[in-house]
């Protein structure tokens, strides 16, 4: 299977991030941000900004005189032993807070073996999960999640996955048209969120952004009770800013 992927915000954030780990991980005793910054050849202020996000997420450490060494969640991911483990609490964590940054249900998704795979997601009393009442792996053409994925894989791929699953009609806002829902996700720009304006299920709207780790294709996604639609695009574009912890977790 032939993928489409086209770099995105999050993907060039994460590589920088990767960067920025890299050095560090060279500097045993630590290294500063004068340094750092030598080094990678970022700006000071872009700098900053990923060393604030390495931080939080666990990455880095700073130490007494301001030097920077690689933090207890980067061990964590790079012990073989419980790496799975370590990899998806991790995930969790960063999923739980940006549910709470973006006030929705976040799931992170994956296109696995030509089938779509919710492999985690985060919830709350006041942020519910939608009520999968149609399997997501055979709704791909009705929910944002399902859009995302198919359109990070090449034509053929996208023509593949429609002939097994059938578009059926999920409300009244479902495209069962595999021609125009074709057209819409070659048209579709990456950087421009999928979404889902009930047409999964009424009464729920989504959005999804992609996320690209190596060859696989995965995407992050929030749900919204209809009437906080007008939450959607801001929370979308939230959702897009914040996903490089996501995807630098999947690439380390």
């Known amino acids: 299977m032939a993928l489409k992927h086209e770099p995105t915000a999050p993907y060039h954030s994460a590589q920088d991030a990767l960067r ?29 900004t990923l060393l604030r996000m390495l931080r939080r997420e666990g990455y880095v450490e700073q130490i007494t005189d301001g030097a920077y060494i690689t933090g207890d969640a980067l061990s964590r991911l790079g012990s073989a032993q419980g790496r799975e483990k370590a990899l998806r609490d991790k995930l969790q964590r960063t999923l739980d807070r940006l549910r709470d940054s973006v006030g929705a249900a976040v799931y992170l998704s994956r296109y696995v073996d030509g089938e779509v795979k919710v492999a ?19 709704s791909a053409h009705a929910t944002a999640i399902g859009k995302s994925l198919l359109g990070q894989l090449d034509s053929n791929g996208r023509r593949d996955h429609l002939s097994r699953h059938k578009m059926a009609r ?66 979308a574009d939230a959702l897009n800013r914040n996903a490089a912890p996501v995807l630098l977790s999947l690439a380390i």
């Not at 009244?172 to 819409?184: A, G, M, P, W």
């Open 170 to 235: 999920l409300t009244s806002r479902t495209i069962t048209s595999d021609k125009l829902l074709l057209h819409r996700l070659e048209s579709q720009p990456p950087t421009v969120p999928h979404l889902d304006l009930q047409e999964y299920a009424v009464g729920t709207v989504c959005a999804a952004v992609p996320i690209t780790a190596g060859s696989a294709v995965g995407c992050l996604a929030l749900s919204l009770p209809v009437e906080h639609a007008h939450r959607l695009r801001q929370a």
């Open 20 to 48: 920025v780990l890299e050095t560090v991980s060279r500097h045993t005793t630590g290294i500063n941000d004068t340094e750092l910054a030598r080094l990678t050849g970022l700006t000071p202020e872009r700098l900053t």
């Open 120 to 138: 985690q997601y985060a919830d709350g009393p006041t942020t519910p999960v939608v009520n999968e009442w149609v399997d997501f792996r055979y």
